[in-house]
């Protein structure tokens, strides 16, 4: 039996062709979970895919529906969920709580939880104790730690020990109080170097992705030419193998400026305050409930 994808392309949903998910990554239909396989495929077939960031099992099931391949679980909770000024004060168990919801929310996706700053730094035993919790308790099928050499090691055991890793390297936002902001990574030739050098280590660690953030687009084609596996942008220009956005950014539910490389694919924030406007209007007005809404 073949479907008609919300990418407009037919798959077959039998489970016997080439992925049981559907060949493409994006609006495929299948029985199972896309997987790190699935992702090297579509490096392979040079398909480009969308990520977005889910925090809850309802906003989750919607991107599910809409064919979203792969979703992170990030620390961008804190600014975005849980009213922290950064990602840094993040814990673990808001991760794996909110990791879980996510999982239970969806049947078809990639879920990848982020390892919250404080979580991996001290090396490679705590970031395999971190990540066992998150697929264990929470069931994602990877998960995401930044930092390039220098999480070189963490990597490399988290894969050995049978759990797959995004890497993110460029801007790491858990290095707010570092960078002094969020500036752009890899300007001029000593920064893209380091930059090719982060990429270079996290793949040769087994990082089955990486995440390029707020980068030259110049630099980040020549990465993503230069890798084997595939890249995600964020504020990384047109050519990564994917493209990553903070989901209340990209469907306009964040207050006030929103980072350059954002596009607002909807205006929720308004949707929203109308909805909660009208609601209230009709219950001072005594307008709601009426007998439609009411039993006897």
């Given at each position: 039996?073949?479907?008609?994808?919300?990418?407009?392309?037919?798959?077959?949903?039998?489970?016997?062709?080439?992925?049981?998910?559907?060949?493409?990554?994006?609006?495929?239909?299948?029985?199972?979970?896309?997987?790190?396989?699935?992702?090297?495929?579509?490096?392979?077939?040079?398909?480009?895919?969308?990520?977005?960031?889910?925090?809850?099992?309802?906003?989750?099931?919607?991107?599910?529906?809409?064919?979203?391949?792969?979703m992170l679980v990030g620390d961008s909770m804190g600014n975005c969920h849980l009213g922290y000024e950064s990602t840094v004060?993040?814990?673990?168990?808001?991760?794996?709580?909110?990791?879980?919801?996510?999982?239970?929310?969806?049947?078809?996706?990639?879920?990848?939880g982020d390892l919250p700053f404080g979580s991996y730094q001290e090396g490679p035993v705590q970031a395999l104790r971190s990540a066992t919790r998150l697929v264990k308790e929470a069931g994602v099928g990877a998960v995401k730690l930044e930092g390039g050499e220098r999480s070189a090691h963490q990597i490399e055991l988290l894969v050995q020990s049978g759990i797959p890793v995004m890497a993110h390297v460029g801007?790491?936002?858990?290095?707010?109080?570092?960078?002094?902001?969020?500036?752009?990574?890899?300007?001029?030739?000593?920064a893209a170097q380091q930059l090719r050098r982060d990429a270079k280590a996290v793949q040769?660690?087994?990082?089955?992705?990486?995440?390029?953030?707020?980068?030259?687009?110049?630099?980040?084609?020549?990465?993503?030419?230069?890798?084997?596996?595939p890249t995600v942008g964020i504020g990384a220009g047109p050519d990564c193998d994917a493209q990553v956005l903070v989901w209340t950014d990209m469907a306009g539910l964040t207050a006030g400026r929103v980072p350059r490389f954002v596009k607002q694919y909807a205006q929720l924030r308004q949707t929203l305050g109308d909805a909660a406007r009208a609601f209230a209007e009709d219950v001072v007005q005594g307008a709601y409930p009426t007998a439609e809404h009411s039993f006897h």
């Open positions: 039996m073949t479907h008609v994808t919300p990418a407009g392309k037919q798959h077959d949903s039998s489970g016997t062709g080439p992925s049981a998910a559907g060949k493409a990554l994006y609006g495929g239909i299948g029985s199972r979970r896309i997987t790190v396989r699935d992702i090297a495929a579509a490096k392979e077939r040079g398909e480009k895919w969308p990520m977005l960031t889910a925090y809850d099992a309802m906003t989750a099931s919607v991107f599910d529906e809409a064919g979203i391949p792969v004060p993040v814990t673990m168990d808001e991760i794996t709580i909110l990791s879980a919801a996510v999982v239970r929310g969806t049947k078809r996706a990639l879920i990848v801007l790491t936002p858990q290095s707010v109080n570092a960078y002094g902001g969020y500036p752009v990574q890899g300007r001029g030739e000593e040769d660690a087994g990082a089955f992705a990486v995440v390029l953030e707020t980068v030259p687009a110049e630099v980040a084609a020549e990465v993503t030419r230069s890798l084997h596996i």
